[in-house]
């Protein structure tokens, strides 16, 4: 049983990417809160069985981040029907291996406004709903940290994502609106342990983490909670790196 956050029940909270993964485990988490989510992805099929398993009536709508039109008019329609957004979650995003010799110019800009423009397109049109007390979470990596080959693109988006956050927290800040990154471990969702996680890296997780066992999704799902609850209002312009103490080691 989780914690309960009694000042995000009837909050507005939007997800992207909430189909899958981690997004997944938040519209679970903030739906337990008693908040009103809404979240976007591209995979119907996912964001249908999200909602299915979910009587607290999550909303869902198709919105592709790479286009503006759509992000514009999705989060236009959560303000109206709404009122307001309390919570922004910039959650989606792609982590392909991709040699750099390989890598041609259409797959890193679309890697890039996947992963990090289209973070500014969903802040750009929701902060103007936002009231005071509201919270943006964006989402980066413990790839920035620790630097993989062959991800180039992907950690240079998730540089970006704290660099960007750290500015608009300024920015935002005289409106009472905290901006936060959450960058996450090695996280066991089921696309990571179908595509990337093999035995031997969970035997170096295991050696590498200060505390051995695997990070699940629902993990992730609990710092967002708290990123976004009032409980955390001393807290902005910060990443929190939900790592285990990976990186400590
Ligand atoms: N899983 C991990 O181990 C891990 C580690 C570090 C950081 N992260 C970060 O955490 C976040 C969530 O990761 P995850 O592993 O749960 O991802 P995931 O791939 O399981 O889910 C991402 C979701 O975003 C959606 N999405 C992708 N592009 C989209 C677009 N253009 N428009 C709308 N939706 C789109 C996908 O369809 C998918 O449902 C990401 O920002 C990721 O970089 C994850």
């Not at 979910?54 to 592709?64: I, S, T, Y």
């Not at 988006?157 to 920015?171: M, P, V, Y």
């Not at 066991?188 to 595509?195: A, E, S, V």
Request: one cysteine or more; aromatic letters at 6%; hydrophobic letters at 40%.
């Amino acid at each position: 049983m989780e914690a309960t956050f009694h000042d995000l029940k009837d909050k507005v909270v939007i997800i992207s990417g909430g189909a899958n993964g981690i997004g997944a485990s938040m519209v679970k988490a903030f739906t337990a809160q008693g908040a009103q989510v809404c979240f976007c992805d591209v995979d119907v099929v996912a964001a249908e069985s999200v909602c299915a398993g979910n009587d607290r009536q999550p909303l869902f709508r198709k919105v592709d981040l790479l286009k503006e039109r759509q992000v514009n008019s999705w989060i236009a329609a959560v303000a109206k029907t709404h009122g307001r957004i309390d919570v922004l979650i910039n959650n989606a995003a792609c982590d392909p291996r991709i040699p750099l010799n390989d890598m041609s110019v259409h797959d890193w800009d679309t890697l890039i406004a996947r992963n990090l423009r289209s973070c500014f397109l969903t802040s750009r049109a929701a902060n103007e709903h936002m009231p005071k007390g509201s919270s943006i979470i964006n989402f980066s990596s413990i790839t920035f940290h620790n630097a993989p080959p062959e991800m180039t693109a992907y950690v240079a988006s998730k540089g970006g994502i704290i660099s960007f956050t750290r500015s608009l927290a300024r920015e935002l800040g005289p409106k009472g609106i905290r901006v936060n990154t959450i960058s996450p471990g090695w996280i066991m969702t089921d696309r990571q342990l179908k595509q990337f996680v093999t035995p031997k890296i969970k035997r170096m997780l295991r050696e590498r983490q200060c505390i051995a066992t695997l990070l699940q999704p629902r993990e992730i799902a609990n710092v967002a909670v708290f990123l976004a609850s009032s409980l955390s209002s001393a807290v902005t312009g910060q990443e929190i790196l939900a790592d285990r103490g990976w990186q400590h080691s």
